[in-house]
């Protein structure tokens, strides 16, 4: 029974200490991903040209929302803003923007 415990503890801590570590070290990597996406976005051609600017500022709000998160250390908040980033990034890629 007190192995049992132990090992329930250790969920425990490992959920509190851990699990936050772990993000942390998620946050500048998905930021990066989506600032090399956001570069290598080819520009779209004439005549089926389309001004997305607006969608790229979003974008670029959103990771530097997401860089300001992880500097403060909310970094659950990061992940998300950052893959939020990544998920518009795919948007305007597969529609052609």
């Known amino acids: 029974m007190r192995a049992w415990r132990a090992v329930l503890v250790a969920v425990i801590a490992w959920s509190f200490l851990g699990a936050p570590a772990a993000l942390a070290f998620q946050?500048?990597?998905l930021?990066?991903?989506a600032q090399d996406e956001l570069g290598?976005?080819?520009t779209p051609r004439a005549p089926q040209a389309v001004n997305r600017e607006p969608?790229?500022?979003l974008?670029?709000?959103r990771l530097a929302a997401a860089q300001a998160a992880h500097d403060r250390g909310s970094h659950g908040d990061s992940?998300?803003?950052a893959?939020?980033?990544l998920e518009m990034l795919d948007f305007i890629?597969?529609?052609g923007r």
Do not use: F, T, Y
């Open 27 to 29: 946050c500048p990597s």
């Open 59 to 61: 974008v670029r709000d």
């Open 40 to 42: 290598a976005l080819p």
């Open 79 to 81: 992940v998300k803003l």
């Open 83 to 85: 893959n939020e980033a």
């Open 93 to 95: 890629r597969r529609e």
């Open 55 to 57: 969608q790229l500022k």
């Open 31 to 33: 930021i990066k991903r």
